[in-house]
């Protein structure tokens, strides 16, 4: 939540006095937000009363569901915002991008196998997938620059070929990265589910794992975030984006830019692929599903902003776990349903930069 | 606004091939008529049946791109719909969902329903323009993939339905070899002659005017918004029997049909056939067909294992796309001029 205001205030204009004027503009919208922030800090922080109980059910249940749904938007926001930026900078819907993030968790799994390393294992399935992704870019995008459609369907050709031969190497098995043992295990947070008759405060325990990726992802978006606006790397970046004509005339190598910026978003994929690995599982099939949640998200957040995939991320993650748990046949229908909403009233997505 | 599809050709404008019907035509419509005489019940279904039903709803595709400049991703989840419906409203074995109303009744609301979810899908997909109409809709079709496998009160979870067959009237088995190809092809056939006749009407300019320049459309006058989404509720009417079809012949429906698989299929299809004109996704179908049914002697002639099925298709689908954006219709015209080619230069 607070990686997404974050993240909101970044947008150009926004800066300083943003907010200030944000609310001054909206103050309807500024007001609902606020109630509905209070709202949700109430549901999180408050003993609940019996009625509510009734309505809702176990105060633990939505707790865990809501905890549940933030960290798989955190997982989400590092699939999602690769994606975000090879289309940002180049114009490439990389529809290989969930190819992408399960090479890189079956290499992490490969890696965590044979050395026993979780750490490292990031490092490798990162160098490796950006390695994928530079080759790509560099033997196969780049003869096809402005291509749109050509370049989409070509990255679907690749991803039934990815997918094939990631079945061949590594099978059809469920695959779980294991958790190394500092990290395991769950961890107490002040939040009280209950108090016990006897007075007694019930707290929610949470897997120690789930929280420190969070973590990890919020800093890296953050860092993102400050390399996109406060480096000379990230000024040609944001400069491509709004002029790719402009920026190649002005005579930055460009093709070296879009290089990197494919090979980093795809790093990213290979990143997330160990974070999905070690949250839940990979297998064939998660290539689909985490491209299709890529594709929401960032339908949702608008396509090519980042601050957009970070919000995305989180309505997308939220309204997943929310619906397994309070609706579980129709799940899917909420994150479907919000980007239907969106599509209908800000079909640019909602933090869209153009 | 303009809708960038460099890379891929244009579809023949219309009245191109309006001076006669060409003798391969007619052989090949005559081949086709006669086929059950020459072929054994196996190819007439599993081969040219299933052909002609995954080339209607590679067609509707074909239509939408190569006329409209708008790859849909949605035609084979339009196509699944149809089947679910005709499962659900008529009779299966799952028959405590199936609601077994007769087929007559159960058949065109299936399509009606088909047709409504394939231009509420459009609406969708034409509110933003250009690449985004492949993202949304692959966005939509995966959605409707999970939501049959997760929904288990409506949908039937993950097993769907099976006993789904085609009904018996006019004293004819319709599930039968022989009828059911003539079925198959009669739907073809009309779905076929409605693409070749609509592109050349009046819609049907003006679509692939707005697929040339929308812009210049709306200033004459022309709703663009309207004519795409008229666009995709015809699409989806030619898919959605091909959809019935496809359940009749399965015997059964279920998410696995309209999974991400067959989804990507039909635009592999599609593309490889050729999206020039509406005889490619056909072409497209038969060739997929075949590889399907015997690749696996291919593969082991190739020294790997019968399993690399989809990295057969995907390599095709890829060396398709790089190298003969037009399919293999734009390759066999390419080979054609090139043969013809010195009498050409000798005439100018």
């Known amino acids: 939540m607070a990686r997404a205001g974050a993240m909101a205030t970044g947008e150009p204009g926004a800066e ?5 004027r944000r609310v001054e503009r909206h103050p309807l919208a500024a007001l609902l937000l606020a109630l509905a922030i209070v709202l949700f800090l109430w549901l999180v922080l408050a003993d609940w009363p019996e009625e509510l109980e009734r309505w809702l059910g176990r105060k633990r249940v939505f707790v865990s569901a809501l905890f549940n749904g933030i960290t798989l938007g955190g ?3 590092l699939v999602a915002t690769g994606f975000t930026l090879i289309f940002g900078l180049m114009r490439n819907v990389n529809l290989a991008h969930g190819s992408l993030y399960l090479f890189g968790g079956y290499l992490a799994y490969s890696t965590v196998q044979a050395t026993g390393l979780w750490l490292p294992s990031f490092l490798v399935a990162f160098v490796l997938v950006a390695i994928v992704g530079l080759l790509l870019q560099v033997l196969v995008f780049r003869h096809m620059e402005g291509q749109e459609l050509r370049q989409t369907l070509v990255t679907i050709g690749l991803s039934i070929v990815f997918a094939d031969l990631m079945l061949w190497v590594w099978g059809g098995d469920f695959y779980q990265i294991p958790t190394p043992e500092w990290l395991a295990g769950p961890i107490d947070t002040p939040i009280v589910l209950d108090v016990r008759p006897n007075g007694e405060a019930v707290y929610l325990r949470y897997p120690r794992v789930r929280l420190v990726i969070f973590a990890a992802s919020v800093v890296i978006g953050v860092l993102l975030w400050l390399a996109i606006n406060k480096t000379r790397v ?31 978003g795809a790093g990213l994929a290979g990143m997330a692929g160990v974070v999905g690995g070690t949250f839940q599982s990979i297998s064939p ?37 929310f619906g397994s748990v309070y609706l579980p046949t129709y799940a899917i229908v909420f994150s479907f349903l919000i980007m239907v909403l969106v599509l209908a009233f800000r079909p640019q997505g909602l933090l869209s930069v153009r | 606004m303009a809708v960038a599809r460099p890379g891929l050709p244009a579809a023949t ?77 008529g009779t299966s074995g799952l028959t405590q969902i199936s609601l077994g109303w007769p087929f007559w009744l159960a058949v065109p609301v299936a399509i009606l329903l088909a047709v409504l979810f394939g231009t509420l899908s459009g609406a969708l997909a034409v509110r933003t323009a250009g690449i985004y109409t492949i993202m949304i809709t692959l966005a939509i079709a995966a959605a409707f993939f999970y939501f049959t496998r997760q ?3 409506v949908f039937g979870g993950f097993l769907g339905f099976n006993g789904v067959r085609a009904p018996v009237f006019w004293g004819i088995d319709w599930r039968s070899p022989v009828p059911f190809y ?60 091909a959809g019935i079809l496809l359940t009749w012949m399965n015997g059964q429906i279920a998410p696995g049909t309209v999974g991400i698989g067959p989804v990507i299929d039909i635009l592999v299809i599609a593309v490889v056939g050729g999206l020039g004109r509406p005889i490619g996704p056909f072409i497209g179908a038969l060739l997929y067909v075949l590889l399907r049914i015997f690749a696996l002697d291919a593969l082991v002639a190739l020294g790997l294992s019968g399993q690399r099925f989809q990295l057969l298709i995907g390599l095709g689908f890829l060396v398709t796309v790089l190298f003969s954006p037009d399919g293999i219709l734009g390759l066999w015209e390419r080979a054609r001029h090139r043969w013809s080619a010195p009498l050409n230069r000798g005439g100018r």
Not at chain 1, 16 to 20: E, Q, S
Not at chain 2, 34 to 45: E, G, K, N, T, Y
């Open chain 2, 151 to 153: 929904n288990e009160t």
């Open chain 1, 75 to 77: 997982l989400y926001f």
């Open chain 2, 13 to 89: 404008t219309a009245g191109e091939t309006a001076g006669g019907i060409p003798p391969s035509a007619w052989i090949t419509a005559l081949v086709l008529v006669i086929m059950p005489a020459l072929a054994s019940d196996f190819f007439l279904v599993q081969v040219f049946g299933w052909a002609l039903v995954l080339g209607t709803i590679a067609l509707s595709l074909q239509f939408l791109a190569g006329y409209g400049g708008m790859v849909s991703l949605v035609q084979m989840t339009v196509a699944g719909f149809a089947g679910y419906m005709v499962a659900i409203l």
């Open chain 1, 234 to 264: 990230g000024m040609l970046i944001r400069a491509g984006v709004d002029d790719r004509e402009m920026l190649a005339a002005s005579g930055v190598p460009i093709q070296l830019l879009f290089a990197l910026v494919f090979a980093f």
């Open chain 1, 16 to 20: 300083g006095g943003g907010l200030a």
């Open chain 2, 182 to 241: 003539y079925l198959c092809l009669g739907w073809a056939a009309i779905a076929w002659g409605l693409v070749v006749w609509v592109v050349r009407a009046p819609f049907g300019l003006a679509l692939q005017g707005i697929r040339d320049n929308p812009r210049r459309m709306a200033a004459l006058g022309f709703d663009v918004t309207a004519h795409r989404i008229a666009a995709y509720a015809f699409a989806a009417f030619l898919a959605a029997p």
């Open chain 1, 285 to 321: 099939g998660e290539d689909t599903r985490f491209l299709l949640a890529s594709l929401v998200v960032v339908i949702v957040g608008g396509l090519g902003s980042i601050p957009g995939a970070a919000l995305g991320a989180l309505l997308i993650g939220l309204a997943e776990q």
